[in-house]
Nanobody, 121 residues
Framework: EIQLVESGGGMVQPGGSLTLSCVPF????????MGWVRQAPGKGPEWVSS???????DYADSVKGRFTISRDNAENTLSLQMNSLKPEDTALYYC???????????????RGKGTQVTVTS
């Protein structure tokens, strides 16, 4: 059984930074396409970023240049470095297994319970 556990969320001021981490149980992050999805209050899920098994990375236009996705194969973790945070980044962030297409399409792929990011002054 696959279990994804996120951590690292919190409350920050605009312009601040956070690093989210995801520990996957039951899978090896370097063998699969992985990514991050977020959901703001009252809105549907939004794809944020993906990294393929070969290491290719992509980002939503809304976070490009501010967020960086990475994985640590030795530690078997997935991370999302978030800089220059804006109030509109406020959301529950989920770590997910799946291709960018699957995550963008909100397909039923394995994901964690999420970690809350709140950006407010």
């Amino acid at each position: 059984e696959i279990q994804l556990v996120e951590s690292g969320g919190g409350m920050v001021q605009p312009g601040g930074s956070l690093t989210l981490s995801c520990v996957p149980f039951g899978l090896n992050v370097e063998r699969y396409d992985m990514g991050w999805v977020r959901q703001a209050p009252g809105k549907g899920p939004e794809w944020v970023s993906s990294i393929t098994s070969s290491g290719w990375k992509d980002y939503a236009d809304s976070v490009k240049g501010r967020f960086t996705i990475s994985r640590d194969n030795a530690e078997n973790t997935l991370s999302l470095q978030m800089n220059s945070l804006k109030p509109e980044d406020t959301a529950l962030y989920y770590c997910a297994k799946g291709s960018q297409y699957e995550l963008r399409s909100n397909m039923n792929t394995p994901r964690g319970k999420g970690t809350q990011v709140t950006v407010t002054s």
